[in-house]
T-cell receptor
Framework: DAKTTQPDSMESTEGETVHLPCSHA???????IYWYRQVPLQGPEYVTH???QNTTNSMAFLAIASDRKSSTLILPHVSLRDAAVYHC???????????FGQGTILKVYL | NSKVIQTPRYLVKGQGQKAKMRCIPE?????VFWYQQNKNNEFKFLIN??????LQQIDMTEKRFSAECPSNSPCSLEIQSSEAGDSALYLC????WGGGAEQFFGPGTRLTVL
């Protein structure tokens, strides 16, 4: 049911900036783009979300294409703690469930 | 950081036993979700509530699973008769109401059915 497509895995080195892509060609006008990440033995952690405009917070920058058919989560200066599975998810209203796919495994090396 | 509280963190039951887990959503969040994450890390939505009312639930929840979110008490998810296939991480999440609201997850209850 996942409506997004992400690469299976990506690798980076500490201190680098990572760009995690997500395709969502069939996104609806009322759907927001959410990003979560999960490390083993913990629940998913909210990272960021956006509708149309790029957004930024202390964790990441979310770049949304002008046609909204793709987005990129940008993680500046990654550390080992950023190693996780990153999920890109579409959701309309707050009453709707999140549909998780396999996500992107981000590996970070020293 | 999420303030969703789930108890217990670990639960071990025998087949056929009841298994009950609880969730305290973030204060002021009227929407509560339960998900199941299996050993392959696949997520399955189980049920969600707005305040005390069920919004949506899957068939599995309707048959062996029961859940409620009473006012002024923790939400709960109970498996009436546990099966080995129920072994999983059960995640509770809460959300404010409104378009674009974040959904915050608790740490989960890891159920092992022997």
């Amino acid at each position: 049911d996942a409506k997004t497509t992400q690469p299976d895995s990506m690798e980076s080195t500490e201190g680098e900036t990572v760009h995690l892509p997500c395709s969502h060609a069939t996104i609806s006008g009322n759907e927001y783009i959410y990003w979560y990440r999960q490390v083993p033995l913990q629940g998913p952690e909210y990272v960021t979300h956006g509708l149309q405009q790029n957004t930024t917070n202390s964790m990441a920058f979310l770049a949304i294409a002008s046609d909204r058919k793709s987005s990129t989560l940008i993680l500046p200066h990654v550390s080992l703690r950023d190693a996780a599975v990153y999920h890109c998810i579409l959701r309309g209203s707050s009453g709707q469930k999140l549909v998780f796919g396999q996500g992107t495994i981000l590996k970070v090396y020293l | 950081n999420s303030k969703v509280i789930q108890t217990p963190r670990y639960l071990v039951k025998g087949q056929g036993q009841k298994a009950k887990m609880r969730c305290i959503p973030e204060k002021g969040h009227p929407v509560v979700f339960w998900y199941q994450q299996n050993k392959n890390n696949e997520f399955k939505f189980l049920i969600n509530f707005q305040n005390q009312e069920v919004l949506q639930q899957i068939d599995m929840t309707e048959k062996r699973f029961s859940a409620e979110c009473p006012s002024n008490s923790p939400c709960s998810l109970e498996i009436q008769s546990s099966e080995a296939g129920d072994s999983a991480l059960y995640l509770c999440a809460s959300s404010p109401w409104g378009g674009g609201a974040e959904q915050f997850f608790g740490p989960g209850t890891r159920l092992t059915v022997l």
